[in-house]
Nanobody, 127 residues
Framework: VQLQASGGGLVQPGGSLRLSCAAS????????LAWFRQAPGKEREGVSC????????HYADSVKGRFTISRDKAKNSVYLQMDSLKPEDTAVYYC?????????????????????WGQGTQVTVSS
């Protein structure tokens, strides 16, 4: 069971990026999946969560209206489309499977509830 995040990069404020989270060893569509980010010196925070089999999505207030989470069942992948990016979106982004009830909780809840953490992808928003 493995997840791999990709798609990060350097983008100017107001720009867009699309992150991908590819799964191997399990069918991603069967499990809730969340995107998290961690900026230098800050705790990991939940950004968005999807329960694909119930067509339910969740977003942190800080990204609502700018980020869109989606999944491609055929490619066994989940995506995070990030538009209108801001410098404060700069962080390493991770994907993980778990329970969407906990994706915005404390670091302890996140670390104990979510698993199959993939290697993160760096997103830098700067002019």
């Amino acid at each position: 069971v493995q997840l791999q995040a990709s798609g990060g990069g350097l983008v100017q404020p107001g720009g867009s990026l699309r992150l991908s989270c590819a799964a191997s060893g399990f069918t991603m569509d069967h499990y809730p999946l969340a995107w998290f980010r961690q900026a230098p010196g800050k705790e990991r925070e939940g950004v968005s969560c999807i329960i694909a089999y119930r067509n339910i999505t969740h977003y942190a207030d800080s990204v609502k209206g700018r980020f869109t989470i989606s999944r491609d069942k055929a490619k066994n992948s989940v995506y995070l489309q990030m538009d209108s990016l801001k410098p404060e979106d700069t962080a390493v982004y991770y994907c993980a499977t778990g329970d969407c009830q906990y994706y915005r909780r404390s670091s302890y809840d996140i670390e104990t509830t979510f698993g199959s953490w993939g290697q993160g992808t760096q997103v830098t928003v700067s002019s």
